[in-house]
Protein backbone atom coordinates (compact mmCIF):
# COMPACT_ATOMS: atom_id res chain seq x y z
CA UNK A 1 0.00 0.00 0.00
CA UNK A 2 1.14 3.32 -0.94
CA UNK A 3 2.28 5.11 2.26
CA UNK A 4 0.38 8.38 2.92
CA UNK A 5 1.60 11.78 4.57
CA UNK A 6 0.32 12.82 8.59
CA UNK A 7 -2.22 15.59 8.15
CA UNK A 8 -2.44 18.56 10.15
CA UNK A 9 -5.40 18.29 13.11
CA UNK A 10 -6.35 14.54 11.63
CA UNK A 11 -5.80 11.20 12.30
CA UNK A 12 -3.47 9.31 10.79
CA UNK A 13 -6.40 6.56 9.55
CA UNK A 14 -9.78 6.91 9.12
CA UNK A 15 -9.85 3.31 8.64
CA UNK A 16 -8.29 2.14 11.68
CA UNK A 17 -5.38 1.57 13.60
CA UNK A 18 -1.96 2.03 11.65
CA UNK A 19 1.91 1.86 11.57
CA UNK A 20 3.73 5.31 12.21
CA UNK A 21 7.18 5.56 10.78
CA UNK A 22 9.71 8.51 11.32
CA UNK A 23 13.98 8.37 11.24
CA UNK A 24 14.46 4.37 12.95
CA UNK A 25 11.05 4.33 14.69
CA UNK A 26 7.87 3.07 13.72
CA UNK A 27 4.70 3.45 16.11
CA UNK A 28 2.81 0.78 16.19
CA UNK A 29 -1.08 2.30 17.03
CA UNK A 30 -2.58 -1.35 16.94
CA UNK A 31 0.09 -3.30 18.97
CA UNK A 32 0.47 -0.39 21.58
CA UNK A 33 4.38 -0.50 21.08
CA UNK A 34 7.06 1.31 19.91
CA UNK A 35 10.06 0.06 18.06
CA UNK A 36 13.28 1.07 17.32
CA UNK A 37 15.41 -0.53 14.33
CA UNK A 38 12.94 -3.21 14.78
CA UNK A 39 13.73 -3.97 18.34
CA UNK A 40 10.65 -2.51 21.22
CA UNK A 41 11.65 0.85 22.87
CA UNK A 42 9.43 0.66 25.88
CA UNK A 43 8.49 3.97 27.09
CA UNK A 44 5.23 4.72 29.40
CA UNK A 45 1.50 4.39 28.19
CA UNK A 46 1.36 8.44 28.57
CA UNK A 47 4.62 8.74 26.41
CA UNK A 48 3.37 6.76 24.05
CA UNK A 49 -0.02 8.13 24.00
CA UNK A 50 1.92 11.74 24.07
CA UNK A 51 3.59 10.83 20.97
CA UNK A 52 0.36 9.78 19.51
CA UNK A 53 -1.18 12.92 19.81
CA UNK A 54 1.62 14.71 18.54
CA UNK A 55 2.04 12.51 15.03
CA UNK A 56 -1.90 13.00 14.53
CA UNK A 57 -1.69 16.59 14.80
CA UNK A 58 1.71 16.94 13.06
CA UNK A 59 2.92 19.65 11.67
CA UNK A 60 0.75 21.71 13.76
CA UNK A 61 1.50 22.65 17.48
CA UNK A 62 -0.68 21.09 20.21
CA UNK A 63 -1.78 23.80 22.78
CA UNK A 64 -0.91 22.34 26.65
CA UNK A 65 -3.97 22.63 27.81
CA UNK A 66 -5.09 20.05 24.77
CA UNK A 67 -2.51 17.87 25.72
CA UNK A 68 -2.93 17.62 29.25
CA UNK A 69 -6.84 17.03 28.69
CA UNK A 70 -6.14 13.89 26.30
CA UNK A 71 -3.64 12.45 28.33
CA UNK A 72 -5.09 13.77 31.98
CA UNK A 73 -8.82 13.56 31.21
CA UNK A 74 -11.17 14.96 33.94
CA UNK A 75 -7.71 15.27 36.57
CA UNK A 76 -5.38 18.63 37.55
CA UNK A 77 -1.99 18.21 36.36
CA UNK A 78 0.87 21.33 36.18
CA UNK A 79 2.75 21.91 33.39
CA UNK A 80 5.46 20.25 35.39
CA UNK A 81 3.82 17.36 34.40
CA UNK A 82 3.61 17.94 31.17
CA UNK A 83 7.11 18.70 30.62
CA UNK A 84 8.19 15.83 32.42
CA UNK A 85 6.45 13.32 30.23
CA UNK A 86 7.64 14.98 27.49
CA UNK A 87 11.38 14.76 28.61
CA UNK A 88 10.85 10.93 28.95
CA UNK A 89 9.88 10.79 25.37
CA UNK A 90 12.72 12.87 24.14
CA UNK A 91 14.90 11.04 26.18
CA UNK A 92 13.65 7.36 24.81
CA UNK A 93 13.93 8.59 20.94
CA UNK A 94 17.35 10.63 21.78
CA UNK A 95 15.81 13.93 21.10
CA UNK A 96 17.31 17.24 22.04
CA UNK A 97 14.95 20.09 23.23
CA UNK A 98 17.81 22.65 21.49
CA UNK A 99 17.85 20.76 18.73
CA UNK A 100 14.99 18.67 18.00
CA UNK A 101 14.58 16.00 15.21
CA UNK A 102 10.87 15.03 16.37
CA UNK A 103 9.76 17.39 19.53
CA UNK A 104 9.55 20.92 19.22
CA UNK A 105 9.00 23.33 21.97
CA UNK A 106 6.83 26.01 20.75
CA UNK A 107 7.49 28.28 23.86
CA UNK A 108 4.37 29.63 26.21
CA UNK A 109 1.91 27.66 23.95
CA UNK A 110 2.88 23.44 23.52
CA UNK A 111 4.47 21.04 21.41
CA UNK A 112 4.61 19.93 17.78
CA UNK A 113 6.53 17.23 16.28
CA UNK A 114 8.49 18.61 14.11
CA UNK A 115 9.90 15.09 12.01
CA UNK A 116 8.87 13.23 8.83
CA UNK A 117 7.01 10.64 9.22
CA UNK A 118 4.22 8.43 6.97
CA UNK A 119 1.56 6.09 8.00
CA UNK A 120 0.50 3.02 6.59
CA UNK A 121 -2.72 1.80 6.96
CA UNK A 122 -1.77 -1.75 6.79
CA UNK A 123 -1.70 -4.12 9.78
CA UNK A 124 1.61 -4.77 11.83
CA UNK A 125 2.40 -8.72 12.83
CA UNK A 126 -0.82 -10.84 13.09
CA UNK A 127 -2.33 -10.81 16.59
CA UNK A 128 -3.97 -13.29 18.31
CA UNK A 129 -7.90 -13.16 18.11
CA UNK A 130 -10.08 -12.75 20.74
CA UNK A 131 -10.78 -16.64 21.50
CA UNK A 132 -7.23 -17.27 21.20
CA UNK A 133 -5.75 -14.18 23.84
CA UNK A 134 -4.84 -14.69 26.91
CA UNK A 135 -6.76 -13.21 29.68
CA UNK A 136 -5.52 -10.96 32.52
CA UNK A 137 -6.96 -10.72 36.12
CA UNK A 138 -6.35 -9.16 39.52
CA UNK A 139 -7.12 -11.33 42.69
CA UNK A 140 -8.07 -9.74 45.60
CA UNK A 141 -9.16 -10.64 49.06
CA UNK A 142 -12.56 -13.14 47.68
CA UNK A 143 -12.58 -11.52 44.17
CA UNK A 144 -10.97 -12.40 41.18
CA UNK A 145 -11.89 -9.50 38.23
CA UNK A 146 -11.03 -9.84 34.78
CA UNK A 147 -9.13 -6.74 33.19
CA UNK A 148 -9.68 -5.57 30.01
CA UNK A 149 -7.68 -4.64 27.07
CA UNK A 150 -7.33 -0.93 27.15
CA UNK A 151 -6.92 1.00 29.85
CA UNK A 152 -7.89 -0.59 34.00
CA UNK A 153 -8.11 2.17 36.47
CA UNK A 154 -7.30 1.02 39.96
CA UNK A 155 -8.15 2.95 43.14
CA UNK A 156 -10.82 4.83 44.70
CA UNK A 157 -12.75 6.92 41.87
CA UNK A 158 -16.36 5.67 41.00
CA UNK A 159 -15.23 4.61 37.59
CA UNK A 160 -12.29 2.66 38.64
CA UNK A 161 -12.47 -1.16 37.06
CA UNK A 162 -10.86 -2.39 41.17
CA UNK A 163 -12.58 0.10 43.24
CA UNK A 164 -10.57 -0.30 46.29
CA UNK A 165 -12.39 1.31 49.38
CA UNK A 166 -9.30 2.01 51.55
CA UNK A 167 -8.00 5.48 53.12
CA UNK A 168 -4.08 4.90 52.10
CA UNK A 169 -5.15 4.40 48.00
CA UNK A 170 -5.41 7.49 45.80
CA UNK A 171 -8.84 8.21 44.00
CA UNK A 172 -6.96 7.34 41.14
CA UNK A 173 -3.92 5.10 42.25
CA UNK A 174 -2.71 3.45 39.45
CA UNK A 175 -3.82 1.91 35.83
CA UNK A 176 -3.05 -1.59 34.44
CA UNK A 177 -2.88 -1.20 30.14
CA UNK A 178 -3.63 -4.87 28.74
CA UNK A 179 -2.84 -5.05 24.93
CA UNK A 180 -3.00 -8.49 23.33
CA UNK A 181 -2.89 -10.09 26.81
CA UNK A 182 0.17 -8.41 27.72
CA UNK A 183 -0.55 -5.82 30.84
CA UNK A 184 1.63 -3.04 31.99
CA UNK A 185 1.13 -1.27 35.32
CA UNK A 186 1.50 2.76 35.63
CA UNK A 187 1.56 4.53 39.07
CA UNK A 188 -0.89 7.88 38.24
CA UNK A 189 1.12 10.32 41.12
CA UNK A 190 -0.45 8.05 44.01
CA UNK A 191 0.11 9.59 47.82
CA UNK A 192 1.43 6.25 48.93
CA UNK A 193 2.69 4.71 45.48
CA UNK A 194 2.45 1.25 43.89
CA UNK A 195 4.86 -1.67 44.90
CA UNK A 196 5.23 -4.96 41.72
CA UNK A 197 6.97 -7.72 44.52
CA UNK A 198 9.31 -5.23 47.26
CA UNK A 199 9.97 -2.67 45.07
CA UNK A 200 8.35 0.60 44.31
CA UNK A 201 7.49 0.95 40.56
CA UNK A 202 8.57 4.38 38.76
CA UNK A 203 7.07 4.82 35.23
CA UNK A 204 5.48 1.78 33.51
CA UNK A 205 6.49 -1.72 34.03
CA UNK A 206 5.20 -5.20 32.43
CA UNK A 207 3.78 -7.37 34.53
CA UNK A 208 4.24 -11.25 34.41
CA UNK A 209 1.53 -13.95 35.82
CA UNK A 210 1.81 -14.41 39.86
CA UNK A 211 3.31 -10.59 40.38
CA UNK A 212 2.23 -9.43 43.63
CA UNK A 213 0.83 -5.71 43.60
CA UNK A 214 0.68 -3.36 46.54
CA UNK A 215 -1.12 -0.12 46.50
CA UNK A 216 -1.24 1.37 49.33
CA UNK A 217 -1.85 -1.01 51.85
CA UNK A 218 -4.11 -2.92 49.56
CA UNK A 219 -2.08 -6.28 48.31
CA UNK A 220 -3.28 -8.26 45.33
CA UNK A 221 -1.85 -10.94 43.01
CA UNK A 222 -1.85 -10.65 39.05
CA UNK A 223 -2.69 -13.50 37.11
CA UNK A 224 -3.17 -14.98 33.36
CA UNK A 225 -4.97 -17.61 32.08
CA UNK A 226 -3.82 -19.03 28.38
CA UNK A 227 -6.85 -19.91 26.54
CA UNK A 228 -6.63 -23.50 27.09
CA UNK A 229 -5.84 -23.58 30.63
CA UNK A 230 -8.41 -23.76 33.79
CA UNK A 231 -8.27 -22.77 37.07
CA UNK A 232 -7.26 -25.84 38.64
CA UNK A 233 -3.88 -26.08 36.14
CA UNK A 234 -3.51 -22.20 37.60
CA UNK A 235 -3.50 -23.28 41.14
CA UNK A 236 -1.03 -25.73 40.52
CA UNK A 237 1.43 -23.79 38.37
Not at 13 to 23: D, E, I, T
Not at 51 to 72: D, F, I, N, S
Amino acid sequence: MKPVAISSGRQVSPGGPVRVRFAEFTLDTERRELFRDGEVLHVSPKAFLLLEVLLERRPAAVPKAALKERLWPASYVSETSLASLVAELRSALGDDAREPRFIRTVHTYGYAFCGTAEAEAEPGPPVRSSEGRRVCRLVWRDREITLSEGENLLGRDRDAVVWIDSATVSRRHARIVVTDGEAVIEDLGSRNGTSVGEEKIQGAVRLVDGDRLRLGSATMTFRVFNPTETQSDLDHR
